[in-house]
Every structure is written in C-alpha cells, then in structure tokens.
C-alpha cells in the first residue's frame, strides 16, 4: 500500500485564488509527521509546513496552512492568495515514527494563471 | 552555514563503471539521507543513517552502498551502474526536535543528476 498518496498529478489557480493540494497517507503509528515540500523547476526541495501527529492545531506558516484531518488521514496543503511563484511540484511526505523513514507522495503540479 | 552540500552535480556514467556521489553538511545534523528521483516521480528513500557508524536500508537500496564515518560526510557508492539508476539524487539531512515531537523537516542538498548510458 502506497505509504503517501496525492491524486492530482495537476492543478491550476488563478492568481490570487486559494487552493487546495490534496494528501492522504497510511501509517498504523501513533506518533508520526507530516510535511510538505515544494519544488520549482529549478530542483531544489524548499520545506514549506510540519504538523506532527499530536499538534491539536493545524500548523500555519505565513500564506501556509496544513488541513490536518487525523481520523480520514489526510493533511491537504492550503495555499492562500496564489502567487505566480507558487508555480512547482508539490510533495507530500511523511515521516513514521519518531526518527527514521521519510516517506514522499508522486507530487502534484500547481500552476498559478496570471 | 554552507547547509548540506553535493558534489558533482552532474556526471555521466558508462554502464558496469562505478562512482561515488558525495554529501557533506555543516549543521551538525545526527541524521542523514540518500534519495533518488525519477523523472515526474517523488523521491524514494535509498539509505539512511541515525549517527556516525549507523546506517540502514531504505525502500530501494540495491545497487547502492553507504557508510558513515563522520557525523558530516554520508557519501553513496554506486557499483556497477545501470541505465536503471539514471536519476536525480538527493542528499538532506535532519535533527530530532525532542523525543516527543521527532525528526524536524530535512535539509536538501541541490541533487546530482546521473545519466548511465
């Protein structure tokens, strides 16, 4: 079973709009992570947002916010007020446990329209 | 801080030769990582290391070796490459937070770009 899943491999927004990247995972631990990543096209990984297992709170970092519905397991990205910058590939990943194995989802690819 | 580095980044490789992808951070991070990505694809973890003298396989290690000497240098061998393992590696790095909250997010290098032809 697919540990991150991401089912849209493309997404587009217009400029200024939210959007939503979707992700779901599968893990039988109790404590675990989850993170998203983005990716222009440049190639290098830019960490965006964390939200631990036990974080009651949805984490939010500046125009970031991560949808973290702990019983349906998933953890959909919100970007808010779309930039041409948002722009990549977006990688859902999950950490299991507290130390090891990171997991990454097949990404999603967001356009923002001007 | 240099931040987690990689060298090369790009090589081209003869099938059946070997090389040695070198990864280097300056953040004195206990815990390290080899990735590869495929084109349009995520990244799959190859090996890891929780310490110096302490590593451990990932989801697709054949082909590969590690070994971790310092708590700065993770380098991965490639012995006898094969156009399967044409791809984009990526090295990073991470901390543990606390016992409770765990490993932060992980530190990228640029990747190396590896053709075997």
């Known amino acids: 079973a697919q540990k991150i899943t991401q089912t849209q491999p493309g997404m587009f927004v217009q400029e200024k709009e939210a959007v939503t990247l979707d992700c779901t995972y599968d893990?039988?631990?109790?404590?675990?992570?989850l993170f998203w990543y983005k990716q222009p096209s440049s190639g290098e990984m830019i960490f965006l947002i964390y939200?631990?297992?036990?974080?009651?709170q949805n984490a939010t970092e500046g125009r970031y916010s991560l949808n973290f519905q702990k019983a349906r397991k998933s953890a959909n990205l919100v970007i808010s007020a779309s930039q041409l910058g948002d722009s990549a590939m977006y990688f859902c990943?999950?950490?299991?446990?507290?130390?090891?194995?990171?997991?990454f989802g097949s990404g999603t690819k967001l356009n923002v329209k001007p | 801080n240099a931040g987690v580095t990689q060298t090369p980044k790009f090589r081209i490789l003869k099938i059946g030769q070997s090389m040695t992808l070198q990864c280097t951070q300056d953040?004195?991070?206990?815990?390290m990582y080899w990735y590869r990505q495929d084109p349009g694809m995520g990244l799959k973890l190859i090996y890891y290391?929780?310490?110096?003298?302490?590593?451990d396989k990932g989801e697709v290690p054949n082909g590969y070796n590690v070994s971790r000497s310092t708590t700065e240098d993770f380098p991965l061998r490639l012995e006898l490459a094969a156009p399967s393992q044409t791809s984009v590696y990526f090295c990073?790095?991470?901390?543990?937070?606390?016992?409770?909250?765990?490993?932060?997010?992980?530190?990228f290098g640029p990747g190396t770009r590896l053709t075997v032809t």
């Open positions: 990943a999950m950490r299991e446990g507290n130390f090891n194995k990171f997991y």
């Open positions: 953040m004195n991070h206990n815990y």
């Open positions: 290391s929780v310490g110096a003298g302490i590593t």
């Open positions: 893990t039988s631990d109790q404590s675990y992570g």
């Open positions: 990073a790095s991470s901390y543990l937070l606390s016992r409770d909250r765990g490993i932060n997010e992980q530190y």
């Open positions: 939200q631990g297992s036990y974080d009651e």
